[in-house]
Nanobody, 126 residues
Framework: QVHVVESGGGSVQPGDSLRLSCMTS????????MGWFRQGPGKEREGVAM???????RYAESVKGRFTISKGNPENALYLQMNDLKPEDTAMYYC????????????????????WGQGTQVTVSS
């Protein structure tokens, strides 16, 4: 059984940076797709960034140029480097993972991953 645990959230000021981590265990498949999602107060969940085990990535337009998704070290760990944070980035951030069965664009849009973490809160305010 796959387990996913996020960490690294916190309260920061606009313009600050944070690095979220997602540690996984139990992954036995080779083609791994992983993603970060977020749900802000009163908002629907949205895809933030996706990554394929071959290194391909996709980002939501709202975070392009500010956020970077990466994986590995340890194997199947997932990270989200968030720079120049804005108040609208305030949300609960979730990590998700499964054996790749869709395009990264569809994962970003639909968020239909099989395994999810419990989330880590990011709050950006002055």
């Amino acid at each position: 059984q796959v387990h996913v645990v996020e960490s690294g959230g916190g309260s920061v000021q606009p313009g600050d940076s944070l690095r979220l981590s997602c540690m996984t265990s139990g992954i036995t498949y080779n083609r791994v797709c992983m993603g970060w999602f977020r749900q802000g107060p009163g908002k629907e969940r949205e895809g933030v960034a996706m990554i394929h085990s071959d290194g391909d990535t996709r980002y939501a337009e709202s975070v392009k140029g500010r956020f970077t998704i990466s994986k590995g070290n340890p194997e199947n760990a997932l990270y989200l480097q968030m720079n120049d944070l804005k108040p609208e980035d305030t949300a609960m951030y979730y990590c998700a993972v499964e054996a790749c069965r869709r395009s990264l664009e569809r994962y970003l849009a639909l968020g239909d991953f099989g395994t999810w973490g419990q989330g880590t809160q990011v709050t950006v305010s002055s």
